[in-house]
């Protein structure tokens, strides 16, 4: 899927940008357009890292999402996308604080 949203945010930018940044990054409003338009993504979280502002995206129907980074003002890249966005399964919270030592969170 990530070869698929990348191979689409291109095609679009391909007649609009005169050049594009290395690997997999675009001017950030094409690639959000592109994300909607062609996946029906939106974005449905941010955080703010180290690297940028994450930004991922999600398809409220299909559940298909993308992840990208942000690391300026005019540029956005694809860092990942895949399929099952959503809330982890109870069993696995509840795996995880089975282990968690006392006290935990620190």
Do not use: H
Not at 37 to 47: K, N
């Amino acid at each position: 899927m990530l070869r698929t949203i990348a191979a689409a945010v291109l095609g679009c930018l391909a007649f609009t940008a005169p050049a594009l940044a290395e690997g997999a990054c675009f001017p950030w409003e094409d690639a959000l357009v592109t994300a909607y338009t062609e996946f029906g993504q939106l974005p449905a979280a941010i955080a703010v890292a180290d690297g940028g502002v994450l930004i991922f995206t999600v398809n409220p129907e299909t559940n298909d999402w993308a992840m990208f980074i942000q690391p300026n003002a005019d540029t956005i890249c694809l860092l990942a996308a895949g399929e099952y966005w959503g809330p982890p399964s109870q069993s696995v919270i509840d795996n995880i604080l089975e282990k968690a030592q006392p006290g935990d969170p620190a």
